[in-house]
């Protein structure tokens, strides 16, 4: 059945994109007027909040539109007519370059001598091999007298006069197309503008939905969204078109409005817009001017206009991404350049961005956001998992230390690497992890912690952001007033007595190498916090071991377990260890996902425990807690509001 569905897939695919390619003269149009739809729904969204009736909003925004479209389109015939004109002039300027360059070598070189050759080997080759016996032959041969040889007789083929309608046809006949496109394009518009909400109602029940209500709030949102993006580029593209016109016009470029438009037009391609924009205007630069200064001009003015649109203002405006990963980029530019030429080439952003956008708020086609978006692929949890699983912590620990960029390390453990262990343990649970699997994932914890241990688990400057599309993709995950964004971090001198130990706090692994990687994670952050903390295996617990386990200084004890399906041996533990530690306060932390509060309170109950944590951020909450002691920093802020009073 799998075989078969790939089949389908591949074969509906095939028909798909034949559909594209054949019917281009229909869809070209179409997408022409979504992607305006797009730029055009809030003009037409202002006009109705002034009380302008839907109709005559857009039938004015469209004729407002096409009328500047038309304009622009007549401006650039005429430029294109005038730099016709004028390039016959630019002929000799080119000629005296190339003869200037030549005259900078020193005599004729070996490449130039060696085409010299190849041309008169070429013309003794084209020489016909009849030559001298032909002259021989001419005359007579033998006593007889040849007759001459017959000159050709230039015959000229005229057509009839063409008629008037001839004429009219002849003329007529290269707008049709354009026209026609153009009206298609105009009816789609208008309609599609007329009927928003119809249509999205229809996508809506083609792609079904459990959930309506939130399927139309997220369309609405994506359409909101790309309206925005699409106008916002436009503009962007539009001022950036503006200031090459004048800087060329500036410099001398001959029709400089026209090359304004160009790189306006072309910017909309990705990458390689810009670079073919500025080789019309540096090649007129070499054509025109007899030295090189102003071709130096032209492209000193394209090196510092495209970086600082692309890199600084793009960024401030509406963000660092169109929301598109560079490879699909580049995928999505030959794709629809193949499809539809150069107009696809222009296109080929923003129809991914719109297929993009509905795979991100429409279930069925969720593929397409994997398959182009810029967000992973897999979860944050997912990732972390695979580079334990994989042995390159070091990875992971540069990718924390981007999170750690907006958020804390107590939710970096919890909601992405105390996630990943949750995996890895349902794995294990149903017999994919061996041994050494297991042994293999602890020591990439242990060595993940180890690189995280200089990081102080402070709230970050909110001036700090990260660029990283996976830490990104984590951060949102948490929120900026979590609860364990702000736990407090301890001095050693504030602590009392008890808890002055070298190891105060003991983390004990309940069964598995997984509890032991989580128990790895809880002892950093305790230590990040002030409590320093020492980690015991699985082993320890046992009948033999729990007696010769070394407890100087331990004042509090975290019983560790990524499952809850033990509860007799969490029972037992929790007795071992308060036969050994009677005066420790034992936290029982079962970090099982999505398990609810009562639950907790339960097995807490039946191991005997004092107290229970459903994450690492709350142990050490609650060790914290333990020790009595406030905050060292909100302490010095109340003092000092009391010595300012």
Known sequence: MA?????????????????????????????????????????????????????????????????LIFAMGSLLATQLTQLAGDLPRYQSTISEKIQ??????????????????????????????????????????????????????????????????????????????PLATTGIIIIFVIFILLQREDLRNRLIRLAGSSDLQRTTAALDDAASRLSRLFLTQLILNGAFGVVIGIGLWLIGIPSAILWGIL?????????????????????????IDPGWSMLLWTLALFLVVEPVVGHVIEPMVYGHSTGLSPVAVVVSATFWTALWGPIGLVLATPLTVCLVVLGRHVERLEFLDVMFGDRPALSPPEIFYQRMLAGDPTEAAEKAEEFLKERSLASYYDEVALKG?????????RGALDQERLTKIRDAVNEFASDLS??????????????????????ESVAENATNETLPILSKESLPPGWQGEHPVLCVAGRSRIDEAAAIMLAQLSTTHGLAARVEGAEALSTTNVFRLDTTGVAIVCLVYLDANGPAHMRYSVRRLRRKLPKATIILGCWVKEIDPAALELLREGAKADLVA???????????????????????????ATVAA
């Open 100 to 177: 200037s360059f030549r005259d900078t070598k020193a005599g004729r070189g070996t490449l130039e001598r060696a085409s010299d050759m190849l041309k008169d080997l070429s013309k003794e080759l084209d020489k016909p091999k009849d030559a001298p016996s032909a002259s021989r032959g001419s005359g007579s041969v033998a006593g007889f007298n040849t007759p001459a040889p017959l000159t050709p007789v230039p015959v000229e083929v005229r057509q009839p006069d063409p008629g008037a309608l001839e004429s009219l046809r002849t003329l007529i006949s290269p707008l049709v197309h």
């Open 454 to 475: 200089d990081q102080e688990d402070r709230p970050p400057a909110k001036s700090n952001s990260t660029t990283d599309a996976e830490a990104s993709s984590a951060v």
């Open 3 to 67: 075989l078969l569905s790939a089949v389908a897939t591949a074969i509906l695919a095939v028909i798909i994109i034949s559909m594209l390619y054949f019917g281009r003269d229909i869809f070209v149009p179409v997408a022409l007027a979504i992607l305006l739809s797009f730029v055009l729904a809030p003009l037409v969204g202002i006009l109705q909040r002034i009380h302008v009736p839907r109709g005559l909003a857009v039938v004015s925004v469209v004729i407002l539109a096409f009328t």
């Open 263 to 287: 790189a306006a037009a072309l910017r909309f391609v990705p990458y390689i817009g810009a670079v073919i924009a500025g080789a019309f205007p540096l090649a007129l630069a070499v054509a």
């Open 614 to 640: 459903a994450s690492l951020g709350e142990a050490v909450k609650l060790c914290i807690e333990a020790t009595g002691v406030k905050d060292q920093e909100a302490s010095k802020q109340e003092m000092s």
């Open 421 to 429: 262990l949750q995996l890895a343990q349902a794995d294990s649970e």
